[in-house]
């Protein structure tokens, strides 16, 4: 039972790239309502390190994951950064033990590990977040209110870049746990859409590339998708893990255009243009911990007993969608995607602003 006095007590599970440069630091910025009292990992000199440096040697708090189940024993809520393979399987774990669940993203491989999930939280009365950061960024969420206040008319085609180069042996590249870049860069466009939007695709089709990379042999190394949206609208993006990094996306409408570059970083600011007729506004934020605002607003969501959003059902209609992407890559035609019911979106009524650039990203 939380007292709700207390801050929630977290363990990170999994301690690669993201736990160690974000996650992890990001309890600094969240120590209003959010503490860190364990990590788990199966790499004994890598808990043993980081134990150090946050101040858990003492306690005697770092588990393996065969030690997991003793580990739910001892806290609130878990940040889930696994492998996207391994993410079902320790949500589940964590929902059984009473533990509250805040999951990277992407929420699962496939729908149906998804849905599991989300029951299994429902069944023992536990909060599910997915971990997307940029629900509570400013600068994204400004341009969500822009088009719904209808500042460049009704919006009619959103497109996409984001790409980066990956080494040879990178999770990302491993199809058994869940690599490829729609799963991993790709969630970030397609969520990006519906949420401008604010309505859901009807059908898609997609093209995967590959040049014959060994580094790249499990996956697509290039992804170019169009998604068909209720109200006739379009979006289009290409995805890569072979090519420069950019990350952008514009939204077109009747009256303007809204051009967000960059749009998806979490180390460093974001910046974007409003074009209306011969008006130009420019808006730059600087660089923020969106980690640490997912973790407010989190706990705030337990301690207050209040659903959160993103839901599991905002992650796993993401899920939905690059299935239904794979699919048409495999083979070549559009995919009709199942209507769903609305839900809940993010809206500027959700920007956590927390400050500082995080320690280990430099």
Request: contains cysteine; aromatic residues 8%.
């Amino acid at each position: 039972m939380i007292n709700r006095k207390n801050k929630i007590r977290y363990a990170v599970v999994g301690l690669g790239h993201i736990a160690q440069v974000a996650v992890l630091p990001a309890f600094a910025h969240a120590k209003q309502n959010s503490t860190l009292v364990a990590i788990v990992s199966d790499d004994p000199a890598k808990r043993k390190e980081i134990a150090k440096e946050y101040k858990l040697d003492k306690l005697d708090q770092t588990y393996s994951y065969a030690e997991y189940e003793r580990c739910l024993e001892e806290v609130d809520a878990v940040y889930i950064a696994l492998p996207n393979s391994m993410h079902a399987q320790y949500t589940i774990a964590a929902a059984r033990a009473g533990v509250h669940v805040l999951c990277e993203k992407p929420m699962a491989v496939t729908t149906k590990q998804c849905q599991r999930m989300i029951s299994a939280c429902r069944k023992h009365a536990v909060k599910l977040m997915v971990a997307y950061r940029l629900h509570f960024e400013e600068l994204n969420l400004s341009a969500v209110d822009l088009i719904r206040k209808g500042v460049i008319g009704e919006p009619k085609f959103f497109n996409s870049s984001f790409s980066l180069t990956v080494r040879p042996g990178n999770i990302r590249t491993q199809s058994d746990l869940g690599g490829g870049t729609l799963y991993d860069i790709g969630v970030y466009c397609i969520n990006a859409a519906r949420c401008l939007f604010r309505s859901e695709p009807t059908e898609v089709f997609a093209m995967s590339v590959n040049s014959g990379v060994q580094k790249l042999s499990e996956i697509d190394e290039s992804t170019g998708a169009l998604l068909r949206f209720q109200g006739e609208r379009l979006a289009t993006f290409v995805t890569s893990f072979n090519a420069t990094a950019v990350g952008a996306y514009r939204v077109v409408g009747e009256k303007g255009q809204i051009h967000v570059d960059p749009a998806y970083k979490y180390a460093g600011g974001l910046r974007y243009e409003v074009t209306v007729g011969d008006k130009k506004t420019i808006k730059r934020v600087r660089n923020r911990d969106q980690f640490a605002a997912e973790l407010v607003y989190f706990s705030d969501c337990i301690l207050n007993d209040r659903d959160p959003e993103p839901s599991g059902e905002e992650g796993m209609q993401d899920i939905r969608i690059i299935e239904a992407l794979y699919r048409s890559a495999k083979i070549g035609r559009p995919v009709k995607i199942p209507v769903v019911e609305d839900h809940k979106r993010p809206a500027a009524a959700q920007t956590i602003r927390r400050p500082g650039t995080l320690s280990r990203l430099s």
